[in-house]
Structures are given as C-alpha cells and as structure tokens.
C-alpha cells in the first residue's frame, strides 16, 4: 500500500460546484482503480491524500499534475502502511461544512509547507503526516452533535 498527500494553489479561481465536480469525478475514477483518501480546498489551496496500490496511486499523480487548474507546491510520499486509513471513502470532500470539526486540516497545510522548506528526517515527516492523518480519520467518522 503506497500513500502520498500532495498541496497544490488553484490556478484560476474555483466555486464551490467547481470543487464538488471535482471531487465527485475523482470518487467515480478511483473506485474504480481501488484509490481511497480525501481532498480538501481551502481558499486557494487543494491538499489531497491517495493511497492505494503503488503504480496506480503513481499514475494517477502524474494525471493530477497535468490537470490545468491547479499547480503543485509540494508532494510527500509516505512510507508503505499496512492498511487504508479511508478504506470507505473513494474521495471523500472535506468542505467548510466540516471546517469546525476539522482544525487539524489547517494544521496539515502548514505541515505540509514546513516539511517542504525544511530538511527532515522521513521517519519525522511520516510520524507528523501520519497523526494528523489519523485525527481527520477520526473526526470525520465521528457523529455530528447537534442539539
């Protein structure tokens, strides 16, 4: 099982329904190819993770980069993991509905641009991606509470 997350800037501006095309499109192709993870807008920046099998997640990577409406800052290959962290999801969309059960979001964007700048040691970067990784999991099966 081979897992990356990748940050890219938009780049030209995206609705919501922009977004939402998107992501349905991406649920359809990777249910299909048996990629799971998630992606995630905000503002002008898209933070997508994949995992699956290593060549499909690797093409499908090199398809992402060629789609035009969006440029990539950084990718962050993560070490094989035994097991999905989104085995339900095909592409779940992580929108600003979730935003307040979703803070650790923001903090993966700025995970993402710290490790990219910096000279880290993979262990480190995996262990930093990872957490944050299983805190979105975690949230997002939780029930919303409403009163």
Request: glycine share 2%; hydrophobic share 45%.
């Given at each position: 099982m081979h897992a990356l997350i990748y940050l890219s800037k938009v780049s030209k501006p995206l609705d919501k329904d922009d977004v939402i095309e998107i992501a349905t499109k991406?649920?359809?192709?990777?249910?299909?190819i048996e990629?799971?993870?998630?992606?995630?807008?905000?503002?002008s920046l898209f933070v997508q993770y994949l995992e699956g099998e290593s060549d499909t997640v690797m093409d499908l990577l090199k398809s992402i980069k060629e789609d035009p409406r969006h440029d990539f800052l950084h990718v962050i290959h993560l070490k094989n993991q035994p097991n999905r962290h989104?085995?339900?999801?095909?592409?779940?969309?992580?929108?600003?509905?979730?935003?307040?059960?979703?803070?650790?979001?923001?903090?993966?964007?700025?995970?993402?641009?710290?490790?990219?700048?910096?000279d880290y040691e993979p262990t480190i970067v995996d262990a930093q991606i990872y957490t944050i990784i299983n805190r979105i999991s975690r949230i997002l099966y939780l029930p919303k509470y409403t009163r």
């Open positions: 991406a649920a359809i192709k990777n249910k299909q990629v799971t993870g998630f992606l995630s807008s905000r503002k989104f085995a339900n999801w095909s592409m779940r969309l992580i929108t600003n509905a979730d935003e307040s059960r979703i803070l650790p979001d923001d903090n993966l964007i700025s995970v993402i641009q710290d490790i990219a700048s910096s």
